[in-house]
Nanobody
Framework: HVQLVESGGGSVQPGGSLRLSCVLSGHSRGSNCMGWFRQRPGKDREGLAVLWIGGATTTYADSVKGRSTISQDNDKNTVVLQMNSLKPEDTAMYYC????????????????WGQGTQVTVS
């Protein structure tokens, strides 16, 4: 059973940075891809950045491209999202997800989710 635990959220001023971490435990076959998503108040969940664990291939949404980096920590069970130049519109609940085969930005196609970590930019 795959489990994901996020950390690193918090409050930051516009222009600031945050580093979100996601620790994966459980069945490794369910986690060839890991990604970060967010849900802003009153909005649908959206994909931000995904990482194909095996080949380190990454994909970013336009909303964060150039401002964020997804990477694996030295411990391959941890995926990090470094976010810079944060804006008030980045305020959201941020979720980590994992999946076995799909490695894109469509949230409904991901199988495993963490509980989320809140990011507030103001």
């Amino acid at each position: 059973h795959v489990q994901l635990v996020e950390s690193g959220g918090g409050s930051v001023q516009p222009g600031g940075s945050l580093r979100l971490s996601c620790v994966l435990s459980g069945h490794s076959r369910g986690s060839n891809c890991m990604g970060w998503f967010r849900q802003r108040p009153g909005k649908d969940r959206e994909g931000l950045a995904v990482l194909w664990i095996g080949g380190a291939t990454t994909t970013y949404a336009d909303s964060v491209k150039g401002r964020s980096t997804i990477s694996q920590d030295n411990d391959k069970n941890t995926v990090v999202l470094q976010m810079n130049s944060l804006k008030p519109e980045d305020t959201a609940m941020y979720y980590c997800a994992a999946t076995a085969a799909y490695c894109g930005l469509v949230p409904r196609l991901w199988g495993y989710w963490g509980q989320g970590t809140q990011v507030t930019v103001s």
